[in-house]
């Protein structure tokens, strides 16, 4: 079955550093969604990207989509305490079938040291 | 304001016996979906039903039923509760559109325990 890779698994920084968490899908994409769980908390959907090389950016998040649709990373540009959580992506596989299954990665536990 | 809830938040229960999650969305959506979640295994689909009376299942679906009488409720049943069952279970829901509709809206999570 489908499997999406997310890598690292946990990531501590300094505040005000750079933190990039990698996505890898062993299938095409139809899409790609990236979700935050604040501690204690619920998964929050953040974006989805669709087309082939896309990148968005929210605020200091910079999200891109690979030529291939196979893989997507999530960059935060200087990290600040409010970032804490885990980040998900995502996968729904492009099975045309009407398939609404996604396949989450198994997550960034992202740390913020002030 | 459009909501998903999940009932209750916290659940301790025995080994073999029988417990049911509540899931219940008031955004009309069609699509519903039960996860679990553990550490080091990230969210896992354990059922999801596209509409009333449809159920699938999903990766981790043994020990677990869910059944659809209505759009805004799906049920998680564990027929014989088990240690190995113990988690963090959210239910989620979307649209269902094809394209780019399908974001899930997560309810808050129920942590069930078996002891």
């Known amino acids: 079955g489908q499997q999406v890779m997310q890598i690292p698994q946990y990531q501590h920084v300094q505040e005000g550093e750079d933190f990039t968490t990698y996505c890898n899908s062993s299938?095409?994409?139809?899409?790609i969604q990236w979700y935050k769980q604040r501690p204690g908390g619920h998964p929050v959907f953040l974006i989805q990207?669709?087309?082939?090389?896309e990148v968005k950016k929210q605020k200091r998040l910079t999200f891109q989509f690979g030529e291939a649709k196979k893989n997507s990373s999530l960059h935060i540009t200087a990290t600040q305490t409010t970032d804490v959580g885990t980040y998900f992506c995502?996968?729904?596989?492009?099975?045309?079938?009407?398939?609404?299954?996604?396949?989450f990665g198994k997550g960034t536990k992202l740390s913020v040291i002030p | 304001d459009a909501e998903i809830t999940q009932s209750p938040r916290h659940k301790i229960t025995e080994t073999g016996r029988q417990v049911t999650l509540a899931c219940h969305q008031t955004?009309?959506?069609?699509?519903m979906f039960w996860y679990r979640q553990d550490l080091g295994h990230g969210l896992r689909l354990i059922h999801y039903?596209?509409?009333?009376?449809?159920?699938n299942k999903g990766e981790v679906s043994d020990g677990y039923s869910v059944s659809r009488s209505n759009t805004e409720d799906l049920p998680l049943t564990l027929e014989s509760a088990a240690s190995s069952q113990t988690s963090v279970y959210f239910c989620?829901?979307?649209?269902?559109?094809?394209?780019?509709?399908?974001?899930?809206?997560f309810g808050p999570g129920t942590r069930l325990t078996v002891l």
């Open positions: 990207l669709v087309k082939s090389g």
């Open positions: 989620a829901s979307n649209t269902g559109t094809q394209g780019r509709r399908n974001t899930q809206y």
């Open positions: 299938t095409t994409l139809s899409n």
């Open positions: 955004w009309n959506h069609n699509n």
């Open positions: 039903s596209y509409g009333v009376h449809d159920t």
């Open positions: 995502a996968g729904l596989r492009d099975s045309g079938a009407g398939s609404y299954q996604l396949t």
